[in-house]
T-cell receptor
């Protein structure tokens, strides 16, 4: 248990569906992140939130929409995804300006 | 653009062997290098290195950083099947964001 909880753990969706991934951290951190992990590729940073403000959008397509209502919760809203978006989506948290990230277990997304 | 290259991409060893995993990097205004272990889903933190030549050690795992040559190694001695995992190397630079390598997949067999 890393203190970062992600739901759902597995998600299968069609290309026309709308779904959301949820992340919650219980570590008192003030930065939260979404990463995408595809087979044989490095972890790709998608979004960074510091103190609820988005500080990084790593050229992510608009079909991925993040939301950070407070420093403990982070969402990733998904709509009209493509099959190539199938991947493991990892949420992480940290103290701002600290190097160490604490990761959640990930949400395995399959787009049909 | 920050870059991390890990080698080998995959490795199969027998229990009891010693392995060395490599990580080289290019980063603007280096701040730290981190090693993570990913067994099934969540990468778990192993080490953070900021200074050259100082070995970090935890049980059978150890790591060292060379900031002049821009690389780090992760050593695992007396490997066990529980060491089977993907080992990820990441660096932070000016933007304080982590840039990851593709990882080294280690399999330890009986």
């Amino acid at each position: 248990e890393t203190g970062v909880t992600q739901t759902p753990r597995h998600l299968v969706m069609g290309m026309t569906n709308k779904k959301s991934l949820k992340c919650e951290q219980h570590l008192g951190h003030n930065a939260m992140y979404w990463y995408k992990q595809s087979a044989k590729k490095p972890l790709e940073l998608m979004f960074v939130y510091n103190f609820k403000e988005q500080t990084e959008n790593n050229s992510v397509p608009s079909r991925f929409s993040p939301e950070c209502p407070n420093s403990s919760h982070l969402f990733l809203h998904l709509h009209t995804l493509q099959p190539e978006d199938s991947a493991l989506y990892l949420c992480a948290s940290s103290q701002v300006s600290a190097g160490e990230l604490f990761f959640g277990e990930g949400s395995r997304l399959t787009v049909l | 653009e920050d870059k991390v290259v890990q080698s080998p991409l995959s490795l199969v060893v027998h229990e009891g062997d010693t392995v060395t995993l490599n990580c080289s990097y290019e980063v603007t205004n280096f701040r730290s290098l981190l090693w993570y272990k990913q067994e099934k889903k969540a990468p778990t933190f192993l080490f953070m290195l900021t200074s050259s030549g100082i070995e970090k050690k935890s049980g059978r795992l150890s790591s060292i950083l060379d900031k002049k040559e821009l690389f780090s190694i992760l050593n695992i001695t007396a490997t066990q099947t529980g060491d089977s995992a993907i080992y990820l190397c990441a660096v932070t630079g000016t933007a304080s964001k982590l840039t990851f390598g593709t990882g080294t997949r280690l399999q330890v067999t009986l």
